[in-house]
């Protein structure tokens, strides 16, 4: 089994930044990638950032480029989003997934991000 754990959420004006953390434990061995989802009311879940574990690499929603960013540290089996330039339209609860090489995913608790003067 895995733990995914998210922290790092809050309420920030438009234009503020935060960083999300999320952290996967127990038997993370066999890591893919981890990514970041998110989900606004009324609206579908929709992937925010995703990075794939052994390369590094990166896939964005086209809402977030450029202000957004996923970082990973394999070590701790880690990763953290780093949103900067925040709109109200990033308010969502914020969910990290973890992924395996045998297609399972877990899914931490949630964590929510509100933007608003």
């Known amino acids: 089994q895995v733990q995914v754990v998210e922290s790092g959420g809050g309420a920030v004006q438009p234009g503020g930044s935060l960083r999300l953390s999320c952290a996967a434990s127990?038997?993370?061995?066999?890591?893919?990638?981890m990514g970041w989802f998110r989900q606004a009311p009324g609206k579908d879940r929709e992937l925010v950032a995703l990075?794939?574990?052994?390369?590094?690499?990166?896939d964005y929603a086209e809402s977030v480029k450029g202000r957004f960013t996923i970082s990973r540290e394999k070590v701790k089996t880690t990763v953290y989003l780093q949103m900067n330039s925040l709109k109200p339209e990033d308010t969502a609860v914020y969910s990290c997934r973890y992924s395996t090489h045998a297609g399972a995913h877990y899914w931490g608790q949630g964590t929510q991000v509100t933007v608003s003067s």
């Open positions: 990075i794939r574990w052994s390369g590094g690499n990166t």
């Open positions: 127990g038997r993370t061995f066999g890591t893919i990638a």
